[in-house]
């Protein structure tokens, strides 16, 4: 098996990139530990020299991403940000991005304190209505990114409107698909030239790797990253890669859980009196469903709450009285998570900026885990009561 455009999503977590091995038959994908790869003579090897530029595990796992996201090409970086700083580096001094002002504070951090320094500059724009990015571009614009469903707020970003924008006006399209996973939505199949993912989160699915990936249609832009890749070397080793390949085996089955539990956790809080505003685009009536349902196959297991009592006491000890749920940062495992992004996830934004984006100190963000509903609601039901 090896073309994949014809089977669904679930056979192809199973078997994309994951051919037995040729000496053998390991129907799993070796751990190919090695860093180097003897050479017959000078030049003359097996398609593999150096591990940082290739190594067969992470090759397996980087063809099993590219088939899940509708992709020619995947490229697996030792973290998110390491995939992130990749594509930053096609940029040139000069050079400008528009992106979202509700973005995972990580990226926001690294924009306006790395790239920012190396004369990028960032236009951060609220993205919900294609015409604002227009506004933002000029001659210097190169690229377009996107991050959809945002974090956490929960907007969803009108895809296939940034492509017509970015390929009127020939600049990349970027989406971190991070949230959505390949599971509910697939970025390249309506315009988008690059997909990145923090495979931390859904992908690697059970919150013991730190890996992210990008995937490319084009031959080209495959080769300028390929060339990042290797060259500034933030790559991931082949236990990590295996354990990915792993866990991506479950996406479907997961993904399916993540998206039912959401739906009745987000059901419940709804109409929870202690609740003043719920994040979650599965709702007819939340600002952006009708994109979402366009593009996206179900609505995911991400739900933003804010409390009706605004001090970070209250919310410091709702969100740390959980039995259940546990309070850390990341999401996408198979176990819940509740997390506080002033103090967590986005303490790196200045609290002004963090708050016109809606990330008060009153909101907490849970990751809705695979266990049973019923036991989930019980201890939402308990920390907020
Ligand atoms: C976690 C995350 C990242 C960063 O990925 P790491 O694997 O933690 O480096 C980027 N974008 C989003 C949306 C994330 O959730």
């Given at each position: 098996m090896s073309d994949f455009s014809n089977y669904k999503f679930g056979t192809t977590a199973i078997?994309?990139?994951?051919?037995?091995?040729?000496?053998?038959?390991?129907i799993m994908t070796p751990?190919?530990?090695?860093s180097t790869f003897v050479q017959?003579?000078?030049?003359?090897?097996?398609?593999?020299?150096?591990a940082r530029g290739k190594n067969p595990t992470r090759e397996a796992l980087q063809k099993n991403i590219a088939a899940l996201e509708k992709g020619k090409h995947c490229l697996c970086f030792s973290s998110g940000m390491g995939a992130i700083d990749a594509v930053m580096k096609l940029m040139r001094p000069g050079d400008e991005i528009i992106t979202g002002d509700d973005l995972y504070g990580g990226s926001y951090r690294m924009f306006t304190k790395v790239f920012a320094n190396f004369g990028i500059k960032f236009h951060f724009v609220?993205?919900?209505?294609?015409a604002n990015i227009e506004n933002y571009v000029n001659s210097n614009t190169k690229l377009i990114w996107a991050e959809t469903p945002?974090?956490?707020?929960m907007q969803i970003i009108d895809i296939e409107a940034c492509a017509n924008i970015a390929q009127k006006n020939n600049l990349l399209l970027a989406v971190d698909n991070t949230f959505a996973s390949p599971y509910l939505q697939n970025p390249l199949s309506i315009g988008a030239d690059i997909v990145m993912h923090s495979v931390t989160k859904y992908l690697g699915g059970h919150s013991d790797v730190i890996m992210g990936a990008l995937v490319v249609n084009d031959d080209k832009l495959h080769e300028q990253l390929a060339f990042i890749h290797n060259s500034c070397g933030a790559t991931p080793g082949p236990m990590d890669s295996f354990l990915v390949m792993r866990g991506i085996k479950t996406l479907h089955l997961r993904m399916e859980r993540h998206c039912f539990n959401g739906r009745k956790i987000a059901e419940y809080l709804k109409?929870?009196?202690?609740?003043e505003k719920i994040y979650w685009?599965?709702?007819?009536?939340?600002?952006n469903h009708e994109i979402a349902k366009k593009q996206m196959r179900d609505f995911g297991g991400m739900i933003s709450i804010v409390l009706k009592d605004k001090s970070i006491d209250n919310t410091f000890k709702i969100a740390s009285s959980f039995k259940v749920f546990s309070l850390a940062e990341s999401l996408g495992g198979v176990e819940s998570l509740i997390n506080?992004?002033?103090?967590?996830?986005?303490?790196?934004?200045p609290k002004e900026e963090r708050e016109k984006a809606g990330?008060?100190?009153?909101l907490l963000r849970l990751s809705v885990g695979v266990e049973d509903v019923e036991d989930l609601i019980e201890d939402l039901k308990h920390a907020l009561g």
């Open positions: 078997h994309a990139g994951a051919e037995p091995d040729p000496t053998t038959g390991a751990i190919f530990q090695t017959e003579y000078p030049g003359k090897h097996k398609g593999y020299a150096y609220n993205m919900t209505n294609a945002t974090n956490p707020t109409t929870h009196p202690k609740i685009p599965g709702f007819t009536d939340h600002p506080h992004p002033a103090t967590m996830t986005h303490a790196s934004i990330v008060v100190d009153n």
